[in-house]
């Protein structure tokens, strides 16, 4: 098959292509970085080297696929996260539609089946209603949860705070997953087919937030390591401290806030998956302890 991926050479993307071309597929890669273009044909895939933006170049990149993976990078220097998310989500669709393009694996999130309250993810509701207008092509929606991979920007915290934490309460759960999980999940709805529009929600595994802590803690060599949970108020204004906008900073607030009341996972519980990714937490936590002595 031919098969277009947007998402450059990223966590997700990159091991996403390896399996693809292992497979004997013909892949393009999608990145707005023109010096990537030579590691991209070192895995054996093609470049199409654009922005996201522009419908005409997705349009091009898209058409005589067989199968497209879209997914929105992230860019949190943006005045307004829904409108950029859903903004991205729109083009792929135009572009979809133009090329002619019957099958789509979409990234999207946990929560994004509500419309409001949940910060960043609202903007992956507004793509997956774009992508589900479209007629004639089959769309599968890959709903992830916290990536354990963003608990690389709490490093910082553990080591000049001593602590681990959010706006959410150490009894609160939090459903994570790996990005090779992700990758793998993505490389099966793509080779095996599908039709309609539908979702697939994808986890590798489930803790209260004080077990994440005692079990990256442990692996750190800080097996005192607490959760602490700060209200909204002190939550905004440490991330802002940090360098993120008050739009960003908002966005992950409101998010948090979504966790702490469950809000987020209502319709994963009515859906759960049969299958789990094989990277449990503790796995992580040795990736983790790799990137935290580093």
């Known amino acids: 098959m031919k098969i277009t991926i947007t998402g450059s050479l990223g966590n997700i993307s990159k091991p996403l292509a390896m399996q693809l071309i292992d497979a004997g597929h013909q892949v393009t890669i999608i990145s707005s970085n023109a010096a990537k273009a030579a590691n991209i044909e070192e895995l054996g895939a093609t470049p199409a080297i654009g922005l996201v933006t522009d419908v005409e170049f997705l349009t091009r990149a898209f058409t005589g696929a067989d199968v497209v993976y879209t997914m929105v990078p992230p860019s949190l220097g943006v005045s307004n996260f829904r409108q950029y998310v859903g903004g991205i989500g729109k083009n792929y669709a135009e572009a979809i539609q133009r090329s002619g393009v019957t099958r789509v694996v979409n990234l999207s999130s946990i929560g ?24 004639h092509t089959a769309i599968k929606h890959l709903r992830t949860p916290f990536f354990y991979i963003n608990f690389y920007g709490n490093i910082d915290m553990i080591k000049n705070l001593g602590i681990l934490g959010s706006n959410y309460p150490g009894n609160a759960r ?41 079990v990256l803690g442990a692996a750190i060599d800080k097996p005192e390591l607490q959760w ?20 960003i900073a908002g966005n992950f607030v409101e998010m948090g806030a979504a966790i702490r009341s469950g809000n987020l996972w209502e319709d ?16 992580f936590a040795l990736e983790f302890a790799d990137r935290y002595k580093a």
């Not at 602490?228 to 739009?247: K, P, T, W």
């Open 112 to 135: 994004a089946h509500l419309d409001s309250g949940t910060g960043p993810i609202t903007g992956m509701h507004d793509v997956e209603i774009a992508l589900n207008k479209l007629a």
């Open 174 to 214: 939090l459903i994570m997953v790996h990005p090779a999980d992700i990758a793998t999940a993505a490389a099966e709805e793509i080779q095996h087919g599908f039709t309609g529009k539908s979702v697939r929600y994808l986890v590798s595994d489930e803790r209260p937030a004080a077990e994440i802590a005692s």
């Open 228 to 247: 602490v949970e700060f209200n909204d108020e002190q939550a905004l204004n440490g991330m802002m401290q940090n360098g993120l906008s008050h739009e």
């Open 268 to 283: 994963y519980d009515l859906n759960k998956p049969a299958v789990t990714g094989k990277r449990k937490l503790e796995a």
